[in-house]
């Protein structure tokens, strides 16, 4: 896990910020919310904490994330993903049946014991009062993690939702109110942004509503305590990569970069305004090094364009978008000095199903025949290129 994650700045800024606070003990608690839109490596981030305070005496493990020393000596973590709930039952436990987000974390902290204690609660529509909540955390430095509630809140009833809502409002208070506690949250930031258009146009479902309802309630309750990050910024590039390949060639990046550099200031000089105005700059040399093996525009038009449709997970889905890619090219046995969108190969099934059938947009497989595979191709044909398709 470790291997794959590049440690993004804000990546670290959260995580420091959270284990510093473990650490001190005369730190206050906190409550922290990690809000970004579909697929912006909230749940990775989840992870890398799990992962670190279940293996707090590992001071090898994770380093590139949290520095060995100043560590905590010991972190008692509950991780919840929501999305995995049911309406009437949480999680089964052998014998115990948690029914509510209050009954599984009381569970993951302390065990039958902590269980027991609010067993009586352990109903959805019930709201534990604010001594039992206090009662839920252990003495020693504690980390709890939430994720997915918009998903589950959409699964219940108005009852229900209000009382998870106080629950959170409760835990947030005395999370705050002790030493060396940490409460994070995830919410969905602006992954319904396009709600109004897709209602006016009767795409909306049942289901979409009830969650974006749920974000707006949940919002209305984190806003107003939680301090918000973004685990990734700027740096999704360094991101994919790092998942995707073992090692960068440094001195291919740097060839790939000066070679496009110079054909950009050799087209500017021949044919001016033809380029967008930055691509002649040295600031975006540099960022065709970053970006290596890939193109900056490839890496922009799936972040911005392909992130804003609903069904486009951005992490995600650009990792395996990119995988498809890279697969292809290699096959392909295709020497490119950097991989560009014309290195899209629209008539493999694979990069059909990522961009069309998973995205529901498969009326454009009509357009994908016949104008890349049919037209652009005899046009290829006709002038023994590539540069129709591409």
């Not at 809140?153 to 940490?182: I, P």
């Not at 209602?199 to 309630?217: F, K, M, P, Y």
């Not at 000095?337 to 995205?359: K, M, N, T, V, Y």
Request: contains cysteine; charged residues 25%; negative net charge.
């Amino acid at each position: 896990f470790f291997r794959n994650t590049h440690p993004a700045t804000n990546l670290k800024k959260v995580i420091h910020t959270i284990f510093e606070r473990l650490s001190q003990p005369n730190e206050a608690g906190a409550a922290l919310r990690l809000s970004t839109g579909f697929g912006g490596g909230k749940t990775h981030t989840l992870i890398a904490l799990w992962h670190l305070a279940n293996n707090i005496r590992q001071t090898t493990l994770g380093t590139e994330l949290l520095a060995a020393a100043g560590r905590p000596r010991e972190v008692v973590v509950a991780g919840i993903d929501a999305q995995k709930f049911g309406t009437t039952v949480c999680a089964n436990h052998g014998t115990v049946e948690t029914h509510s987000l209050w009954g599984e974390l009381a569970w993951q902290l302390k065990g039958e014991q902590g269980y027991a204690a609010v067993q009586a609660m352990d109903d959805p529509a019930n709201v534990p009062n604010d001594s039992l909540v206090r009662a839920m955390l252990p003495d020693i430095p504690v980390l709890i993690l939430l994720d997915e509630l918009v998903i589950y809140m959409a699964l219940l009833d108005k009852q229900a939702r209000g009382a998870m809502l106080s629950f959170l409002s409760k835990l947030m208070t005395v999370v705050g109110s002790r030493k060396q506690a940490v409460l994070v949250i995830t919410d969905p930031a602006a992954q319904h942004a396009y709600e109004e258009e897709a209602r006016e146009l009767g795409a909306v479902t049942a289901d979409i509503l009830a969650q974006q309802e749920a974000a707006d309630r949940l919002d209305d309750v984190l806003g107003r305590t939680m301090s918000n990050y973004d685990p990734i910024g700027n740096e999704t590039a360094q991101v994919i990569i790092r998942r995707l390949f073992e090692a960068v060639d440094e001195s291919a990046a740097d060839a790939a970069s000066a070679e496009f550099h110079n054909a950009y200031q050799g087209i500017n000089e021949d044919e001016a305004n033809r380029l967008p105005r930055d691509a002649t700059t040295l600031e975006y040399a540099q960022n065709i090094v970053r970006c290596y093996p890939f193109h900056p525009r490839l890496l922009i038009t799936a972040q911005d364009r392909l992130g804003a449709l609903q069904d486009f997970n951005k992490s995600r889905g650009t990792l395996r978008l990119f995988a498809r890619i890279l697969r292809d090219i290699w096959e392909d046995e295709s020497d490119t000095a950097l991989i560009c969108a014309g290195d899209l190969d629209w008539e493999s099934e694979r990069i059909q199903a990522d961009l069309l059938q998973r995205l529901n947009r498969d009326e454009f497989r009509a357009a994908v025949r016949a104008d890349v595979v049919r037209h652009a191709g005899q046009l290829d044909a006709d002038f023994d290129t590539d540069i129709h398709r591409r």
